[in-house]
């Protein structure tokens, strides 16, 4: 019934002989929605009053339009959590459904949470860090429960793409996981890694507790001195982290998009192509 009444209310803005050009719905939270796609687009922006033009990934603007009318009323179905079977990943939606944020695992590994855009590539290259026990890609410092791919896409759940680690800090310190992220993107550039734009896509620290915090600062301080711009790496307290679809899960390692896995050995220094 949702479907029905959001496609009677949909207007289409322009076909173009490639495919649908835009359609123009009405959203909740007052929010008209702008979605423009074609067979040739490379980007395409969504109009979000609050965080300003977002971008897609070009092989999901297909998906993304079409589950942006079907969802537009509401935010989805939500995950089903049960198909995850990662440790880290398993443990992140125990916590996130009762609503906790831990420092530590059930085993006593200490936890960190780090956003550098497109979480496939950031989370292997912590996954190949010696300590790093376990990782997992999800969903954080946002506003709603349960978020989606597609939602958090968007840029209206107010999510950033994040990785959140499992380390043992006898083997590898806090400090160095911090700086790991710096080698990532560049600090300086607001919501926006690489190619990928987007309040999404915004880089952060987020700390913990107290003692993670002091050094996440540190090290953002120390940084400062290399560039001339502010940086402008979000450093805040974790709040509830989602874990991302199994999908998303170590998707590199599995194959990413060409079906050719990469190395997540520990020391591994092979160069990462984020994309697959």
Same mark, same amino acid.
């Given at each position: 019934m949702r479907t029905t009444s959001l496609l009677a209310s949909a207007t289409v803005i322009g076909v173009a002989s490639k495919g649908v050009r835009a359609f123009q719905y009405p959203v909740s939270r007052s929010l008209t929605q702008l979605v423009g796609a074609g067979s040739y687009a490379s980007a395409v922006p969504t109009l979000n009053k609050n965080s300003g033009p977002i971008?897609?990934?070009?092989?999901?603007?297909?998906?993304? +339009?079409?589950?942006? @009318?079907?969802?537009?009323?509401?935010?989805?179905? !939500?995950? *089903?959590?049960? $198909?995850?079977?990662g440790m880290e990943a398993k443990e992140a939606a125990e916590l996130a459904l009762k609503g906790v944020v831990q420092d530590k695992s059930k085993d006593g590994y200490e936890i960190a949470t780090f956003a550098g855009g497109c979480f496939w590539g950031l989370?292997?290259?912590?996954?190949?860090?010696?300590?790093?026990?376990?990782?997992?890609?999800?969903?954080?410092?946002?506003?709603?429960?349960?978020?989606?791919?597609?939602?958090?896409?968007?840029?209206?759940?107010?999510?950033?793409?994040?990785?959140?680690?499992?380390?043992?800090?006898?083997?590898?310190?806090?400090?160095?996981?911090?700086?790991? +992220?710096?080698?990532? @993107?560049?600090?300086?550039?607001?919501?926006?890694? !690489?190619? *990928?734009?987007? $309040?999404?896509?915004?880089?952060?620290?987020?700390?913990?507790?107290?003692?993670?915090?002091?050094?996440?600062?540190?090290?953002?301080?120390?940084?400062?001195?290399?560039?001339?711009?502010?940086?402008?790496?979000?450093c805040l307290p974790a709040t509830v982290y989602w874990p991302a679809e199994e999908y998303h899960q170590k998707y590199l390692e599995k194959g990413g998009r060409f079906s050719a896995g990469q190395s997540a050995a520990k020391g591994c220094t092979d160069p990462i192509r984020c994309y697959g």
């Open positions: 971008h897609l990934k070009r092989d999901g603007v297909r998906r993304y +339009l079409w589950n942006s @009318i079907f969802n537009a009323a509401g935010k989805g179905d !939500g995950i *089903d959590y049960s $198909t995850l079977t989370e292997l290259a912590y996954q190949r860090v010696v300590g790093v026990i376990d990782t997992s890609v999800g969903y954080t410092q946002g506003k709603d429960e349960k978020p989606t791919y597609d939602y958090v896409c968007s840029g209206m759940s107010g999510h950033t793409e994040a990785v959140q680690v499992f380390f043992d800090p006898k083997e590898v310190s806090y400090e160095y996981l911090c700086k790991l +992220l710096l080698t990532r @993107i560049n600090p300086t550039l607001k919501n926006q890694v !690489g190619n *990928d734009r987007g $309040t999404q896509y915004r880089h952060g620290i987020y700390y913990h507790n107290e003692g993670q915090e002091k050094v996440a600062k540190k090290v953002l301080e120390e940084a400062q001195a290399q560039f001339s711009k502010p940086i402008v790496t979000e």
